[in-house]
């Protein structure tokens, strides 16, 4: 039974760069979020999405960032033209979503991105 | 926007000493849940907590919610030292009327637990 994926573990780009990271969530599970993490902070929210949808995308900064849930496939995070600020740990997390209310969020192991 | 506050940000303790750490929201949550993260690992979900007032316990953790269910609480007793890593409160936001799933991150008490 496995659980949320996330792909790569650690990724390098240079500055301008796109890095793009892939989350599978757990089987069953159709909603995903993606949160940021700087090294000894919190978990900053960017983006909810349900399949084929973006249900709450408050957390995501406007430009050079996006985020797809496709009907097939895994949920994607795309970063363009990447700059050092962006270096951070990414982690997906997903949930059994049945209606309104808040569950359980399972997280997967993150992307740590550095920035050169 | 809903903000999530914890305390303290790090808390050092000698091993069998007790831990506490503190969530306080800027509005009322409609849950709580409590996370912990070991170092270099991702968040774990520990528990939630629903009704005002509401105590929960996990062998040495006991987890409180708050009677106007905006604060909560997470203490350990008498730590050890697989306890070290850092813990997370989320609250999860009311929208008309009930939540809808996207959950507010505090920003985590680091514990350290020295042998």
């Known amino acids: 039974n496995a659980g949320v994926m996330q792909n790569p573990r650690h990724l390098v780009r240079r500055r301008g760069q796109e890095a793009r990271l892939r989350c599978s969530p757990m089987?069953?599970?159709?909603?995903v979020y993606w949160y940021r993490q700087l090294p000894e902070e919190g978990l900053k929210f960017m983006v909810y999405?349900?399949?084929?949808?973006?249900?709450?995308e408050s957390g995501m900064p406007k430009e050079r960032f996006s985020a797809e849930f496709p009907k097939e496939g895994p949920s994607i995070l795309r970063i363009q033209q990447v700059v050092r600020g962006d270096s951070a740990a990414y982690f997906c997390a997903s949930t059994h979503q049945i209606g309104q209310g808040d569950y359980e969020q399972y997280f997967g192991p993150g992307t740590r991105l550095t920035v050169t | 926007g809903q903000q999530v506050m914890q305390i303290p940000q790090y808390q050092h303790v000698q091993e069998g000493e007790d831990f506490t750490t503190y969530c306080n929201s800027s509005t009322t949550l409609s849950n709580i849940q409590w996370y912990k993260q070991r170092p270099g690992g991702h968040p774990v979900f520990l528990i939630q907590?629903?009704?005002?007032?509401e105590v929960k316990k996990q062998k040495r953790l006991t987890f409180q919610f708050g009677e106007a269910k905006k604060n909560s609480s997470l203490h350990i007793t008498a730590t050890q030292t697989t306890d070290v890593g850092t813990y997370f409160c989320?609250?999860?936001?009311?929208?008309?009327?009930?939540?809808?799933?996207?959950?507010?991150f505090g920003q985590g008490t680091i514990l350290t637990v020295h042998p």
């Open positions: 989320a609250g999860g936001a009311y929208a008309g009327g009930t939540s809808y799933g996207k959950l507010t």
């Open positions: 999405l349900q399949k084929e949808n973006i249900i709450d």
């Open positions: 907590l629903v009704k005002s007032g």
């Open positions: 089987k069953g599970h159709s909603h």
